[in-house]
């Protein structure tokens, strides 16, 4: 049996979620990725250390450096790429391998609701950066609104074996989570992709 179909059965991926993701990745990522550099550009430029927690192939972040020269960019993730654009350490998805204050920003790209320690891994954050923690993520007001987030990361992850927690969280709990965490807002910024993207997002500033 090959590693291919044995990664299918041990995380229940069939031909069609493939082809699903497939699909999602050639018509959807690359607007996506465009649409999410504009605007997260500017509170990444200056920087000059970043670490993206979950970062894949890293290859927003490789744009980011690609601007300035200056800023260096790391990445860790619990599965590793064999193709990078960036520098990945692997990491066990609960302790950062970095030390306290390593960083000017660490941030989170749809990566959180991927988790079931979103608290623990932004005290994570918290202790790693020096200045800022940027996140990208979902929310969700109504039982439809998850739904349709749940339908939308199921076509788009499940297929390249992504883990599917579902873990969304509505306006008002990450509200309550940054406070929990003693965490300033700088940025706190609503918006959909376009008038047909279904799902909701929201991009999250924040320093110590």
């Known amino acids: 049996m090959s590693n291919l179909n044995y990664n299918m059965k041990k995380n229940n991926i069939s031909n069609l979620d493939i082809l699903l993701g497939l699909i999602h990745s050639k018509l959807l990522i690359r607007y996506r990725n465009k649409k999410l550099l504009k605007l997260i550009y500017n509170d990444l430029i200056d920087s000059s250390s970043i670490l993206s927690v979950g970062c894949g192939t890293g290859f927003i972040e490789n744009y980011v450096a690609s601007r300035?020269?200056?800023?260096?960019?790391?990445?860790?993730?619990?599965?590793?790429p064999k193709k990078t654009y960036i520098k990945v350490k692997k990491y066990n998805?609960?302790?950062?391998?970095?030390?306290?204050?390593?960083?000017?920003v660490v941030m989170f790209l749809d990566v959180l609701h991927h988790t079931n320690n979103i608290k623990d891994l932004m005290c994570e954050?918290?202790?790693?950066?020096?200045?800022?923690?940027?996140i990208k993520d979902h929310y969700y007001n109504t039982k439809f609104d998850n739904f349709l987030l749940k339908v939308a990361d199921y076509i788009g992850n499940k297929g390249f074996g992504i883990n599917l927690n579902y873990n969304y969280l509505k306006e008002g709990e990450w509200l309550s989570l940054i406070k929990q965490l003693k965490l300033k807002i700088i940025k706190f910024k609503k918006f959909k992709y376009n008038y047909f993207h279904p799902t909701k997002n929201i991009i999250l500033k924040l320093s110590k």
Do not use: E
Request: hydrophobic share 40%; aromatic share 6%.
């Open 93 to 104: 998805g609960k302790k950062i391998p970095f030390k306290s204050n390593s960083f000017d």
């Open 125 to 134: 954050a918290k202790r790693v950066t020096k200045k800022v923690i940027l």
């Open 68 to 80: 300035n020269k200056k800023i260096k960019i790391k990445g860790v993730d619990v599965i590793v």
